[in-house]
T-cell receptor, first 110, second 115 residues
Framework: GENVEQHPSTLSVQEGDSAVIKCTYSDSASNYFPWYKQELGKRPQLIIDIRSNVGEKKDQRIAVTLNKTAKHFSLHITETQPEDSAVYFCAASGGFKTIFGAGTRLFVKA | DSGVTQTPKHLITATGQRVTLRCSPRSGDLSVYWYQQSLDQGLQFLIQYYNGEERAKGNILERFSAQQFPDLHSELNLSSLELGDSALYFC??????????????FGPGTRLLVL
């Protein structure tokens, strides 16, 4: 069946460094790729998304890139801050189906 | 605050029991999604409703069922509960849009503990 692989499962960076999280999807029908941030015990919150007709999107310190040919998409966080520490989920959506990656736990050390 | 509400926030019950979780979507949203998140795990999609009709089904157990009512709120029913059903249950909603491109907004979740 369709799935979304997300790497790494855990990422530890120093404050001010960049963090990159990568996802690969299998369903060719996927055309919408949101990223969610989930703090401990809280709901997932949308931080950025990208649609299949766009290769890159940026919002302040956060950017997402999409390579539809390779079925890869990535989240880039620059100038990381301690408040960026959370679990990040990628998702691939197409038709009536949204599949989430397993999540990446990001630690930003002050 | 996403505008999606869920009740109750916490639920403690015993094995074999039945519980109902409730979700109210954002105003104007027609789709409701249910997810299960076990401790330190990802989001497992259970089921989606659109304007009262079931639209997509994920890994939902036969002991679980859901429905969406005419006022668009949704209920997830969990029966014959087992210890492994302890988890955080999230509801999300989305507005009508291009199929597969609707942004989902999550509620605060219901934390279920089965003892």
């Amino acid at each position: 069946g369709e799935n979304v692989e997300q790497h790494p499962s855990t990422l530890s960076v120093q404050e001010g460094d960049s963090a990159v999280i990568k996802c690969t999807y299998s369903d060719s029908a996927s055309n919408y790729f949101p990223w969610y941030k989930q703090e401990l015990g809280k709901r997932p919150q949308l931080i950025i998304d990208i649609r299949s007709n766009v290769g890159e999107k940026k919002d302040q310190r956060i950017a997402v890139t999409l390579n539809k040919t390779a079925k890869h998409f990535s989240l880039h966080i620059t100038e990381t801050q301690p408040e960026d520490s959370a679990v990040y989920f990628c998702a691939a959506s197409g038709g009536f189906k949204t599949i989430f990656g397993a999540g990446t736990r990001l630690f930003v050390k002050a | 605050d996403s505008g999606v509400t869920q009740t109750p926030k916490h639920l403690i019950t015993a094995t074999g029991q039945r519980v109902t979780l409730r979700c109210s979507p954002r105003s104007g949203d027609l789709s409701v999604y249910w997810y299960q998140q076990s401790l330190d795990q990802g989001l497992q999609f259970l089921i989606q409703y659109y304007n009262g009709e079931e639209r997509a089904k994920g890994n939902i157990l036969e002991r679980f069922s859901a429905q969406q009512f005419p006022d668009l709120h949704s209920e997830l029913n969990l029966s014959s509960l087992e210890l492994g059903d302890s988890a955080l249950y999230f509801c999300a909603s989305s507005a009508p849009g291009l199929a597969g491109q609707e942004t989902q907004y999550f509620g605060p979740g219901t934390r279920l503990l089965v003892l």
